[in-house]
């Protein structure tokens, strides 16, 4: 979901490749579908937009509701496009959109390999997220066998996995946190030992010099006296 973020707020060259990866993020629907995607397809019922097809894949028809994220996508209908006009009639060839994604996801700084059927699995990865049950999603996405769909719920639960890891991982550095704040402690304790042992020593040493010039002194003054003391010559 990050990621789909990301490319949202990244500029794509081409404005055709972003908005119809993204409407498929959003709708899940295949490349092939949307080559083949006619404004006749998308039907609205009070507001509600919705996609009736037939997949090209396994000629299985789809009712899809779409989102408002996912309409939001939509390009622009003309006022010349009739129901037959392919809503997405600009899309270049898939080695050019494949080529035009790379370039876009790698500027969105996604570091990950992705072609455009990531948008079916993002979608089928989004529903679970939400909380979906596999059966809708099943649906949603057209699956002729549940066990098909069961891949993005195992997808979530290695996505809950690493949620509880990140509660292990702080508490760890909190932990490496407590150890670093005790080692510096005992570190400014041994600092504080080490500076009053030389303070210490630096008062012992100028005590010495002390004594040794008060000596010094002292004999200076005596043989003062005694040179004074003696008799002068005449």
Same mark, same amino acid.
């Given at each position: 979901?990050? =990621?789909?973020k &990301?490319l949202?707020?990244?500029?794509? +060259?081409?404005k055709?490749?972003?908005? /119809?990866y #993204?409407f498929s993020c959003?709708?899940?629907?295949?490349?092939?579908?949307?080559?083949? !995607?006619?404004? @006749?397809d $998308?039907?609205c019922?009070?507001?509600r *937009?919705?996609? /009736?097809?037939?997949?090209q894949k %396994?000629?299985?028809?789809?009712?899809?509701p #779409?989102?408002?994220n996912?309409?939001?996508?939509?390009?622009?209908? @003309?006022?010349?496009?009739n129901d037959e006009?392919l809503?997405?009639?600009?899309?270049?060839s +898939?080695?050019?959109t494949?080529?035009?994604?790379?370039?876009?996801v790698?500027k969105?700084?996604?570091?990950k @390999?992705?072609? *455009?059927?990531?948008?079916?699995?993002t979608?089928?990865?989004?529903?679970?997220t939400?909380?979906?049950d &596999?059966y809708? %999603?099943?649906?949603?996405?057209?699956?002729?066998?549940v066990? %098909?769909t069961?891949?993005?719920a195992?997808?979530?639960?290695?996505? @809950?996995? =690493?949620?509880v890891?990140?509660v292990?991982r702080?508490? =760890?550095?909190?932990e /490496? %946190?407590d150890?670093?704040?005790?080692?510096l402690?005992?570190?400014?304790?041994?600092?504080?030992?080490? !500076?009053?042992?030389?303070?210490? =020593?630096? *008062? /012992?040493?100028?005590l010495?010099k002390?004594?040794?010039?008060l000596f010094?002194?002292?004999? $200076?003054?005596?043989?003062?006296?005694? $040179?004074?003391?003696?008799?002068?010559?005449?």
């Amino acid at each position: 979901i990050e =990621e789909v973020k &990301l490319l949202i707020a990244t500029e794509c +060259r081409n404005k055709t490749v972003k908005q /119809a990866y #993204l409407f498929s993020c959003y709708c899940g629907l295949r490349l092939s579908d949307m080559e083949t !995607l006619c404004w @006749k397809d $998308i039907i609205c019922n009070d507001g509600r *937009y919705m996609i /009736a097809t037939v997949q090209q894949k %396994t000629s299985t028809p789809i009712y899809t509701p #779409l989102s408002q994220n996912a309409v939001k996508w939509l390009p622009e209908r @003309k006022p010349d496009n009739n129901d037959e006009t392919l809503v997405f009639a600009e899309l270049p060839s +898939r080695p050019t959109t494949n080529k035009i994604l790379k370039q876009w996801v790698e500027k969105a700084g996604i570091d990950k @390999k992705i072609t *455009y059927h990531t948008s079916r699995h993002t979608f089928g990865t989004i529903m679970m997220t939400v909380g979906a049950d &596999l059966y809708t %999603t099943c649906k949603l996405m057209g699956h002729a066998d549940v066990r %098909t769909t069961q891949i993005y719920a195992k997808i979530v639960d290695s996505k @809950k996995i =690493e949620a509880v890891d990140m509660v292990d991982r702080m508490f =760890e550095r909190e932990e /490496a %946190t407590d150890e670093n704040k005790r080692i510096l402690d005992s570190s400014k304790n041994e600092i504080a030992v080490l !500076l009053c042992n030389i303070n210490f =020593e630096i *008062y /012992a040493l100028c005590l010495n010099k002390l004594r040794l010039v008060l000596f010094l002194t002292e004999y $200076i003054l005596r043989f003062v006296q005694r $040179i004074l003391s003696l008799p002068s010559i005449k």
